[in-house]
Nanobody
């Protein structure tokens, strides 16, 4: 079992930055993938970024590439998302999640989820 707790959300003006954190308790295996997903009101949950827990390989949605950076601290079992040049369309609840096994960008493939943290970007 894995428990995930996100933090770092808030209200920021367009062009600003935020850093999200996700603290994991329980066992994270080297073969796991951890990722960030987001869900805006009235929309489906969507992929933002994923990282390989073992070698740090990263994957990004086109909409955030060049603006967001996913990283992890294996010793602290913590996942991060540095968000720069934020836009109003980035407004959503951001979730971290863990997948056992191979890489996927599909939320349905992730078995462990945090409770989410709200990010609001004002124009």
């Amino acid at each position: 079992q894995v428990q995930l707790v996100e933090s770092g959300g808030g209200l920021v003006q367009a062009g600003g930055s935020l850093r999200l954190s996700c603290a994991a308790s329980g066992r994270i295996f080297s073969s796991d993938y951890m990722g960030w997903f987001r869900q805006a009101p009235g929309k489906e949950r969507e992929f933002v970024a994923v990282i390989s827990w073992s070698d740090g390989g990263t994957y990004y949605a086109d909409s955030v590439k060049g603006r967001f950076t996913i990283s992890r601290d294996n010793a602290k079992n913590t996942l991060y998302l540095q968000m720069n040049s934020l836009k109003p369309e980035d407004t959503a609840v951001y979730y971290c999640a863990v997948r056992r096994g191979y890489y996927s960008s599909s939320p349905e493939r992730y078995g462990y989820w945090g409770q989410g943290t709200q990010v609001t970007v004002s124009s």
